[in-house]
């Protein structure tokens, strides 16, 4: 089963809208699932939640470190908790998925995404497992830093929330360990294909309740 899911992205306003924070949006909104803040813990350093759910308990974590030092708040939390790599899901913003659709995976290469790379290095192990959001690519690779650090168009925006939606669905397969169930939950969607340059907004989100309870402290 899954009991640490961490959303990727980096701190502050600035980034708050931007498509390298796809991650944060994902535990942003399962968090609101779940009914349970997500406070700042100094000795996990980020921003952490824990919440029981059918009697197990689950940890939700995002990085305050910026992306390319991830892995230090996953490292802290996992080896308090002694969760194994196994038991990690990281969700992460993808260049070469469309927005609107998302990907399952366990294991492989860090793929040049930063957050990915440090937390191989902190864990020692890319053997965890991944939920990769499509935010599209540019078209070049010269232009990539710029497009995660930017806000997405809205038809962009609302095709990426709605796949948090639809993919929040696969949670009772992530608790229960089916990762098969999963991954049918959520690979069966089909890509929004045009966009408008727009503001973006985010759509309200559906929420339902569940028990939860605070988080113990660290080491600071």
Known sequence: MIKLFVGLGNPGLEYEATRHNAGFWWVDALARQLKTPLVMEKGYHGLTA??????????????????????????????????????????????????????????????????????????????????????????HRDEVVSWVLKKPLLDHRIAIEQCIDRTLQAFPHFLSGDMEKAMLQVHTHKPVRKSKPLPSQSPQQNILVQNTDTIPKGNS
């Open 50 to 139: 824990r919440a029981t759910v059918n009697g197990q308990t689950v940890w939700l974590l995002q990085p305050q470190t910026f992306m390319n030092l991830s892995g230090k708040s996953v490292a802290a939390l996992a080896r308090f908790f002694k969760i194994a790599p196994s038991e990690i899901l990281i969700v992460h913003d993808e260049l070469d998925i469309a927005p609107g659709m998302a990907k399952l995976k366990f294991g492989g290469s860090h793929a040049g995404h930063n957050g990915l790379r440090d937390i191989h290095a902190q864990l020692g192990t890319g053997d965890y497992w991944r939920l990769r959001v499509g935010v599209g690519h540019p078209g």
